[in-house]
């Protein structure tokens, strides 16, 4: 009972231990019941209110933040409270997002990681991370393809930031000026990408003040094939804009395709244009045997983004932006504060890798991430990688056969996306046209509004260009199997049957 033990009366305080002791082992007891819940199919994957219910207050939880201390029982109940009202995003029918799992390794890892609570800037204060940031940078680079003496990296909070990196780093290779000038010194610049790629590549562009609309979307396919013929106008200056940056993306977000990394390489190299490949979703596959093949050309990338935290289920967060040339986050990013990046240190500064980043402080996010692979070395990786490549394969065929169900498009995912209709009975019938579409449209969000309340299962939905609201289902959680799969699909059909 912690009804009458405060914060006070944990370390530091003198007689802090034995409190201290009993009030972790307590939260660990929550944590666990979370952890085995999280894999137990009799539990749901949430138990959803509405913000409003949250914000009055359920039960005894309460947002509110008190002037007075609460007592150390309170705080276990807001703790398991928390987790309660929160999404399993480990659970075995979470198909909702492309991070998803609950590896136990990287939990252990996230959990000492936070026990340690240090910074990454300087090797004084994180002289293991660093040396382990750098490790796993290297073992990064050469799944890439590069040689293990080239290049630089930094891990950064999520594929936005990598994505943003690439472009400040492209645009600082083409015009350093700009560091100390701005804008104005320079020409106003193009970006190219597909119109499949993730929105970040836009919004990175805005924030860098290069405007959101001198970035061009090239169209293509479902299956991105037309983007290196779409490229071209790269090589021809628009509107007094000069080319100087491509995105490839390797495993787009809705679709799972990939772009053709070689020719789209061979178009950079030929006109000289900085190429980045957005991996945050497909750079997992580089971990497979079976699958690496698919972002051949890769290798020819200037930069390359790989979040761990999707495919390889890392605990979020955990993503990295790998550039090829060694030293230029260096010489573009920093502007040695000297408080912190004191020259005449008695160690060798370089490990100092704090003046690469935007950030002054940054999250250790390596340690989960080399602990698990540790755990499973690159094999290990590479059979969970090909199992949930194996769930969608199973999900696609068994939509092919379903006379209910229509998939978006009918080549074999590459990637662990599959993206389907549920066309219910009054539909099926029904000639297709303009109206039948608009119906089309409202029965994704209508199943999914009834999957929340019920709590089963849990699957994303999107409209993409003309086509009507489909669901999205993705595989990163290795603790999924076909029973969950073929209950993902009964659901939807129960839930969407009129
Ligand atoms: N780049 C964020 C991915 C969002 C998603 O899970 O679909």
Redesign the pocket.
């Known amino acids: 009972d912690f009804s009458s033990i405060y914060s006070k009366d944990l370390l530091p305080n003198p007689d802090g231990e034995g409190p201290t002791q009993r009030f972790l082992q307590a939260l660990v007891h929550i944590l666990l019941a979370h952890v085995s819940s999280t894999f137990d199919r009799t539990c749901k994957v949430l138990d959803f209110h509405h913000p409003h219910q949250l914000m009055e207050g359920l039960d005894g939880f309460s947002l509110e933040l008190p002037d007075q201390p609460e007592n150390l029982e309170q705080l276990l109940v807001d703790c398991r409270d928390t987790l309660k009202y929160g999404v399993k995003t480990g659970h075995p029918r979470f198909f909702?997002?492309?991070?998803s799992g609950l590896d136990v390794i990287g939990m252990a890892g996230e959990w000492l990681t936070s026990t340690a609570n240090t910074n990454m800037f300087t090797f004084e204060i994180s002289p293991v991370f660093i040396l382990m940031e750098d490790v796993m940078l290297k073992k990064m680079r050469e799944k890439v393809g590069w040689s293990p003496e080239e290049g630089d990296g930094l891990f950064c909070p999520?594929?936005?930031m990598s994505n943003l990196y690439s472009i400040l780093l492209a645009r600082y290779k083409f015009f350093p000026e700009v560091k100390l000038r701005g804008m104005a010194a320079i020409p106003k610049l193009a970006l190219f990408t597909s119109e499949h790629s993730?929105y970040?590549i836009r919004k990175a562009a805005g924030v860098l003040g290069m405007g959101v609309e001198n970035v061009f979307l090239v169209k293509c396919n479902e299956r991105c094939a037309d983007i290196c013929r779409l490229c071209k106008p790269a090589v021809a200056p628009q509107q007094g804009l000069v080319p100087f940056y491509v995105s490839a993306t390797a495993g787009t977000?809705?679709y799972g395709a990939f772009d053709p990394l070689g020719d789209i390489a061979d178009v950079c190299e030929s006109h000289g244009l900085w190429m980045h490949v957005d991996a945050?979703?497909g750079g997992g596959l580089l971990m497979s045997k079976k699958h690496a093949g698919k972002l051949r050309g890769i290798e020819r990338a200037a930069s390359v983004t790989w979040?761990p935290h999707?495919m390889m289920g890392v605990p979020l967060q955990c993503s990295a932006i790998l550039v090829r040339q060694k030293g230029l986050l260096q010489e573009c990013n920093q502007l040695c504060a000297e408080y912190l990046f004191q020259p005449d240190k008695h160690y060798d500064v370089t490990y100092d890798t704090g003046d690469k980043s935007i950030q002054c402080g940054r999250h250790v996010d390596v340690f989960k991430l080399w602990l698990m692979w540790k755990a499973k070395g690159s094999e290990g990786f590479g059979s969970q990688i090909n199992c949930c490549l194996e769930n969608a394969e199973y999900l696609f065929n068994k939509l092919e056969n379903r006379a209910d169900f229509e998939l978006v498009f009918k080549t074999k995912p590459e990637h662990s996306n599959v993206c389907f209709w549920y066309i219910p009975d009054s539909l099926r019938a029904a000639p297709r046209g303009p109206e039948w579409n608009r119906k089309l449209h409202e029965v994704a969000p209508k199943v999914k509004a009834k999957m929340i309340e019920e709590g089963i299962v849990m699957v994303?939905y999107q409209p993409l260009g003309e086509k009507a609201n489909f669901f999205?289902c993705?595989f990163s959680n290795p603790a999924t199997s076909r029973e969950d799969v073929d209950l993902l699909v009964d659901e939807i059909a129960r839930l969407g049957h009129d």
Do not use: I
């Open positions: 909702n997002q492309l991070s999520g594929g936005s993730h970040s977000t809705v945050a979703w979040n999707k994303g999205r993705v």
